[in-house]
């Protein structure tokens, strides 16, 4: 369900959207949209963006489809239209480049690793798109990704621009985490929520995707249906309960064992499963119940019941500050040694 296949939202997006209506008639020049990761916000951003610039938009405020500007954002060519993202969710060619540049592409990204910031020159990029007139006297819209990728010198120049926004220019942000923004920024930009679906309705949104033990998946994903479904389809747990069982029975050794396998998985998602396996251990401690792991129930249960209060609050206190710095580690493996190790002098 890509945006770039009808721009569709998910069926938990259908309040957000009618909310966001209401703000057509005086639209902000920049709006927030914000919310945990795995829910579906890009989707929903894109649907927003070619809804904007459709020429016959439908009474509930999504785009006809039918329409040339449709057409054009159907085939990623609207010239009133940019997307910014890192270059690392670049996973293809730019619109109406074609097999070959394709092929380039794919082989200047095997050369060098590609960005997870957005950069600098991706901003100032945008400087000539803003001040040419738009192709129908209509808006010009851009969309970017997730926000808190901007590095400084980024965010300091898209700062300026939302300073003094350029006529007619809309302005679609998303993030997963507002603390991780500029507080500039924030106080410039309209924030808009997009939450997580309640249980029941993520459930059955992938059980309707066929996935087996949807319930197992998305507990363990944080009730983000997406993140879920990405999880359940490479049908794999590996990576996840390598690093369970290192906290299920922490030790030294088996930190340092560990931290060399683990220091190849996404250092961000490891970070939030330890915190997720922390919320656990607390809440079975203070309260015999658990959300997010279930099938460790015996192994919380037998933590909850010999490590310390205090231990785990420093524990948790110290997941929190190592999330903040987890997409720009200096070293993959130091940064899981010093995780790993940390957690078993608060919980061993």
Request: proline share 6%; glycine share 6%; hydrophobic share 45%.
């Amino acid at each position: 369900m890509s945006a770039d296949a009808g721009a569709a939202i998910y069926p938990w997006q259908h309040d957000a959207w009618s909310q966001l209506q209401q703000l057509r008639a005086r639209l902000p020049h920049a709006i927030l949209f914000y919310g945990p990761a795995g829910s579906g916000k890009s989707g929903f951003l894109e649907a927003f963006a070619q809804s904007l610039l459709c020429e016959n938009v439908r009474a509930d405020g999504h785009a006809c489809g039918a329409c040339a500007s449709c057409g054009w954002f159907a085939q990623g060519n609207h010239p009133d239209y940019r997307r910014v993202r890192p270059e690392a969710l670049e996973d293809e060619a730019a619109p109406g480049e074609g097999e070959e540049a394709a092929a380039d592409d794919k082989k200047a990204k095997s050369a060098k690793t590609a960005s997870k910031d957005i950069k600098i020159e991706q901003v100032r990029a945008l400087a000539d798109f803003m001040n040419i007139s738009t192709h129908r006297q209509g808006l010009r819209v851009v969309v970017l990704y997730p926000a808190e990728a901007l590095n400084m010198p980024a965010s300091n120049a898209l700062l300026k621009t939302l300073e003094e926004p350029p006529p007619g220019t809309v302005f679609l942000l998303a993030s997963n985490g507002l603390d991780r923004l500029l507080p500039t920024i924030l106080s410039r930009c309209r924030k808009f929520a997009l939450p997580l679906p309640d249980h029941a309705q993520a459930l059955a949104w992938l059980q309707g995707q066929g996935v087996q033990d949807a319930d197992g998946w998305l507990r363990e994903q944080g009730g983000a249906p997406l993140a879920a479904l990405a999880q359940a389809e490479t049908g794999s747990r590996d990576e996840l309960d390598a690093l369970l069982q290192v906290l299920a029975r922490p030790s030294v050794d088996a930190a340092l064992r560990a931290a060399d396998k683990l220091s190849k998985a996404p250092l961000a998602s490891l970070v939030s499963w330890q915190q997720r396996w922390l919320y656990d251990v607390f809440s079975y401690k203070m309260s015999g119940t658990i959300r997010y792991y279930p099938r460790y129930r015996r192994e919380l249960a037998a933590l909850a019941g010999r490590v310390p209060t205090a231990g785990l609050m420093r524990a948790i206190k110290s997941a929190n500050e190592r999330r903040a710095v987890a997409d720009h580690p200096l070293s993959a493996k130091l940064f899981v040694e010093d995780m790993l190790l940390d957690y078993t002098a608060c919980c061993a």
